[in-house]
């Protein structure tokens, strides 16, 4: 076949995993800084794309179509994504990942994305693009900050949990293709499907929310969305309290459950692999693996 099966990714893509949980701090924290920048970058080209289209459920299929690109620039040209990394538990249920290095991987890559996500919303405040059409780009922006802003716990929760079910599923899929284009297309439906559905991707959120409240302070942008009072929930505390928090607490369970666990069940569990009981070789640390 020219395509891994099932089985094949999963026992192909222990080694990923295994190396990502050993990469050196200085490799976590550039790639990370780069995904979260490429994540946000798909969230810029969506929003632009879709900022004045009427139809919303063929916009919310285009904007997926855009946004899917972010993540092929990660997984193609090389990035951590914490939201990817999730899939290492597939390593610590196989037992050739440590559960500390698991976790450290996770904290510093998700820093690392925030950290990349809020440059390139400090940029795009700096371009000037959100005042193109009238200002109607940046209307489009406060307003998804805005929605996102206003969800309750339980429905963030859930959307987290749907959408990185299925970016993973993206990533899962891009380990079956041999070439570049079977990746792309890999990727490319899982991506636009969450997107269309409107769920919750908690690094696409450290743009989109942050994005908001920096074009809050721009008065011809906020007169143009004609939001009012609506803005009032566009604030840094329910960005943080109602909404990452509980969209990363789902984005983890979506895919450590539903994605990881299932997977390792169907095809590894049982396996003769032992754990690790020394590092790992210094030039298998250095290797940064490219994508999630």
Do not use: D
């Given at each position: 076949m020219n395509y891994c099966s099932p089985q094949e990714i999963s026992s192909n893509?222990?080694?990923?995993?295994?190396?990502?949980?050993?990469l050196t701090l200085g490799n976590m924290v550039s790639l990370g800084i780069l995904a979260g920048a490429y994540i946000a970058l798909g969230a810029v080209g969506a929003t632009m794309v879709t900022h004045d289209m009427v139809a919303v459920g063929l916009a919310r299929?285009?904007?997926?179509?855009?946004?899917?690109?972010?993540?092929?620039?990660?997984?193609?040209?090389?990035?951590?994504?914490?939201?990817?990394?999730?899939?290492?538990?597939?390593g610590v249920l196989?037992?050739?990942?440590?559960?500390?290095?698991?976790?450290?991987?996770?904290?510093?890559?998700?820093?690392?994305?925030?950290?990349?996500?809020?440059?390139v919303a400090y940029l795009m405040y700096a371009s000037g693009?959100?005042?193109?059409?009238?200002?109607q780009?940046?209307?489009?922006?406060?307003?998804?900050?805005?929605?996102?802003?206003?969800?309750?716990?339980g429905m963030a929760l859930a959307r987290g949990v749907l959408c990185n079910w299925l970016v993973c599923v993206a990533v899962w899929m891009a380990f079956a293709g041999k070439d570049v284009v079977s990746k792309?297309?890999?990727?490319?439906?899982?991506?636009?499907?969450?997107?269309?559905?409107?769920?919750?991707h908690s690094i696409a959120n450290m743009y989109y929310i942050p994005a908001g409240l920096l074009a809050k302070h721009m008065p011809a942008v906020v007169e143009a969305s004609h939001l009012g009072a609506k803005l009032d929930t566009l604030t840094w505390h329910n960005f943080l309290a109602a909404n990452l928090l509980p969209v990363t607490l789902g984005n983890v369970l979506g895919a450590g459950l539903f994605v990881a666990t299932f997977y390792w069940f169907a095809y590894l569990r049982g396996s003769a692999s032992k754990p690790l009981a020394t590092?790992?070789?210094?030039?298998?640390?250095?290797?940064?693996?490219a994508g999630d």
């Open positions: 893509s222990l080694q990923t995993w295994r190396t990502k949980a050993s299929l285009l904007t997926g179509a855009v946004f899917a690109v972010g993540l092929m620039m990660v997984v193609i040209a090389g990035g951590e994504l914490f939201t990817g990394n999730i899939l290492i538990t597939v196989e037992g050739s990942v440590r559960l500390r290095s698991m976790l450290r991987n996770w904290a510093v890559v998700y820093f690392a994305n925030f950290a990349g996500a809020l440059l693009l959100w005042s193109y059409n009238n200002n780009v940046g209307a489009a922006v406060l307003k998804l900050a805005a929605a996102k802003t206003g969800l309750s716990f792309i297309f890999g990727i490319f439906f899982p991506i636009m499907l969450f997107v269309s559905s409107n769920f919750e590092p790992m070789a210094p030039a298998l640390v250095r290797s940064a693996v």
